[in-house]
């Protein structure tokens, strides 16, 4: 992630025409500044950087259709209540669900703290404006069986057991879906690992790099370990301390695309719903952990949520969970 982190800055610093087209010199400037401060300072990803760009990009956009030329740091600091309103309008027009655009204002609000805090600009009304609601949505776990027939349904892609002369692709991958499910990682986890990161593993831990770039350690089942290890043994690629664990095809860190590609495939294979995804695997550990009797200080833990009412959302998956197990087991209902 510091590795990354370190690019995106140098991308930043190397960019000759400012950050965006769509707006003054003098306004890139301050927006390069913001953007090179969430990175230093607030310690954000470069996917982060790369999200909170878009935003502005979006907003600058409109600004120029809204306002009939380019925005500059003078049209910024007059824009008013129903400005950022008429904004909000328009991306909803477009389609844009609550939660992107309760994000999107997060965007804004950042970049005029910062212009506000750096005695640059104040704008009091981006302040007033409310964000949109957003519905409260469960996560979806999958069911314990239905976990292990995804994981399982890899090798059946590659025809057996995975040995040396088969696809180290699919080794590779069924390692990162058993470290989502196995360990409960969030998918940027797995694929943010090291070499370096393996070191624990053989004590049954292994350091991860979370969200903030906090680290925790995270216990690695051993199925896990000879996972990983028999996509290290055929992998084509060295991974060093400082080098991927994971790779894609073309010997660079692996995205992704390509495990969420793969799991559309299970998921047609098997007949999954659509819910099934990688981050699904994420949210069936956390909650057939609570099934099994795991406390919610330990899961949070383990999830690295930094604030317990996030993981306590799981006791409500644990009980839709429990009662659809229930339902189908139930004589009464056969």
């Known amino acids: 992630m510091a590795i990354a982190n370190s690019d ?6 190397s960019e000759p025409d400012g950050v965006l087209a769509e707006c003054d010199g003098a306004t890139n400037k301050y927006l390069r500044q913001w953007l090179i401060w969430l990175i230093s300072e607030k310690r954000c990803s470069p996917k982060t950087i790369d999200a909170y760009l ?4 979006n907003f600058f956009v409109f600004l120029t259709y809204h306002l009939g030329q380019y925005a500059d740091m003078k049209s ?8 950022f309103r008429a904004y909000l309008a328009y991306r909803k027009s477009s389609g844009l669900e609550a939660r992107s655009m309760a994000r999107n204002l997060s965007t804004l609000r950042s970049f005029f703290r910062y212009l506000e805090k750096n005695n640059i600009l104040i704008n009091g009304h981006i302040k007033t404006i409310r ?5 409260h949505s469960l996560p979806k776990p999958l069911s314990v069986d239905m976990s292990k027939k995804l994981i399982a349904e890899v090798k059946n892609l590659s025809r057996g057991k995975i040995t040396a002369d088969d696809d180290w692709v699919d080794a590779r991958d069924m390692a990162v879906l058993i470290l989502l499910y196995g360990c409960g990682l969030r998918i940027s986890e797995a694929l943010g690992l090291n070499g370096k990161d393996l070191y624990g593993v053989n004590s049954g831990v292994m350091n991860i790099l979370g969200k903030g770039n906090k680290t925790r350690l995270v216990p690695i089942l051993p199925v896990a370990v000879e996972a990983i290890a028999a996509y290290q043994k055929i992998c084509p690629y060295v991974s060093d301390a400082i080098d991927p664990l994971f790779y894609g095809v073309q010997g660079k860190r692996l995205g992704a695309r390509a495990i969420q590609k793969k799991t559309e495939k299970l998921r047609y294979q098997l007949g999954l719903p659509e819910s099934a ?4 695997l994420r949210h069936s550990f956390a909650t057939h952990l609570l099934t099994a009797g795991g406390d919610l200080r330990t899961i949070q833990e383990l999830l690295g949520h930094a604030s317990l009412s996030t993981t ?3 006791t409500e998956v644990n009980a839709d969970y429990l009662r659809n197990i229930h339902e189908l087991a139930h004589p009464r209902n056969r």
């Open 8 to 13: 995106k800055l140098k991308q930043l610093l």
């Open 54 to 57: 878009a935003d502005i990009k």
């Open 76 to 83: 910024l600091e007059q824009l008013k209540l129903q400005d």
């Open 131 to 135: 964000s949109p609601k957003i519905g």
């Open 277 to 280: 995804t990688p981050h699904a």
């Open 312 to 314: 306590q959302i799981y």
